[in-house]
């Protein structure tokens, strides 16, 4: 690192702060307290320079200052700090030592008002281990602690975390109600942007419980906050979840026009690869509308963003985007290739339900290949896939299952009631109940009705 550079100073001015400390014979004076403060401010200007060796750095000079000058509750927070910061960094072992020096000060009066912090820190840390009962007790810790003190910001956001990871569990009907609470809770402070946060979720939750009405609703309540506050990409991600609730309700000039608005509005705030999700959303329903030309026209211009770097689930929408242009083209063999990279990314991934949706993908298009004990065995597996992922795959489960009863059929079984499982069961009675109008999942569901039989679930 250069002698020169901004951030160069910052380095030697924390080191200085740190080493007159050091030999200070009365570290509880004014001069200690504002070398201290200065210490703090350069911590902040190396966060904010996004240089982490420098932020790391600087972290430690500040801890150790804190130390020396006596403020237990300064330690605290750095402590819980960089634990996040190793967190965004994927390193969990330095996670678990920093939050672990943390828990060694819970005892001390000083901390008590970083308690719902250094709960929330230990909820995401056990969120990224697996450990997601761990994660759900952390989070209500947090947001009771965080009640009784008073401190309604940091129960609004442990309350929207634990709802999030509820969604996550796809128990929607639970996450849906944690939403709720955080929406009453935040309503008391006037968080702007938390409350369209609230809202965009909220609708995500509906749309996953088949309440497209209701979705629909709350995703343009996200939209308008978000735009209002300056989120164009967050107000972007809206516009694509509408489309999305326009294709389950049939409404393909609804999905097409909120589609195209997403691209837009993402190239427009300089999202580097936001498009490529609404874009490739797009070709799947210009496809289905066997308007090849403009899909194609398209597929060319999100060619271009998809380079290295880009997020896994977009990706995978990319993939099977490309595989359902092919399939609609009657070209299987593309079709296939498209996917098979789709599969390829979602398991590398470990995202389960990309996993589900490319098996389910792949699966048809091996029914038109003739491949039918292949289409079968996939089937059978994006089941196990899709029972994991909970309510939020029950488009998908009855998909999947119009899939597995034709390969049953064209393998001349007529047993089908026993290859279909309890959750593909649950999975039609909640398309059955909801407000699905989308042709493809109406016809799907109609024929399983068929074929178990009018009271069979």
Known sequence: MSNNTPESHIEVRALEHLTVLRGMANRRDADATARLDALCKLLDDAWNSRDKRLYRIVSIYALRAAGLVGRPSLQFSIRINTTLDALREGKLDAANRRIRRAAGMLDEPAVSRSLPAYWSALASLRSEEGDLLGARESYEKGARIARQQGNLVSA??????????????????????????????????????????????????LRRLGQLEASEA????????????????????????????????????????NFCESARLF???????GAIAPFANLVCELAEMQLFGVANYLLSAVDQMVQSGVPVPDLCAYFRA?????????????????????????????????????????????????????????????????????????????????VLLEALRLQGKSDVAAFIAKDAREALHRIESGEYRNERLVGATQRIRRCLGKDAV
């Open 156 to 205: 609004v956001r442990a309350m929207f975390n634990l709802a999030a990871l509820r969604a996550d569990e796809g128990d929607f009907l639970e996450a849906l109600s944690a939403f709720r609470e955080a929406g009453e809770l935040n309503s008391l402070i006037g968080d702007v942007q938390l409350a369209a946060g609230i809202h965009q979720n909220i609708g995500f939750c």
């Open 218 to 257: 709350e995703f343009k309540r996200a939209y308008k906050s978000h735009l209002e506050s300056g989120n164009d990409p967050a107000a972007a991600n809206c516009l694509n979840s509408l489309g999305t609730v326009c294709v389950d309700r049939g409404d393909s000039r609804g999905a097409i026009r």
């Open 267 to 273: 190239h427009s705030a300089g999202s580097r690869y």
């Open 322 to 402: 490309r595989a359902t242009f092919e399939e609609n083209l009657g070209k299987v063999n593309e079709a296939l290739y498209w996917v098979d990279r789709a599969l390829v990314s979602a398991t590398e991934g470990e995202l389960r339900l990309y996993r589900a949706l490319a098996l389910t993908q792949r699966a048809k298009i091996r029914l038109a290949l003739g491949q039918v004990e292949a289409a079968f065995n996939d089937a059978l597996e994006s089941q196990v896939d899709l029972a994991a992922c909970g309510s939020s795959a029950a488009p998908a489960f009855v998909l999947n299952t119009d």
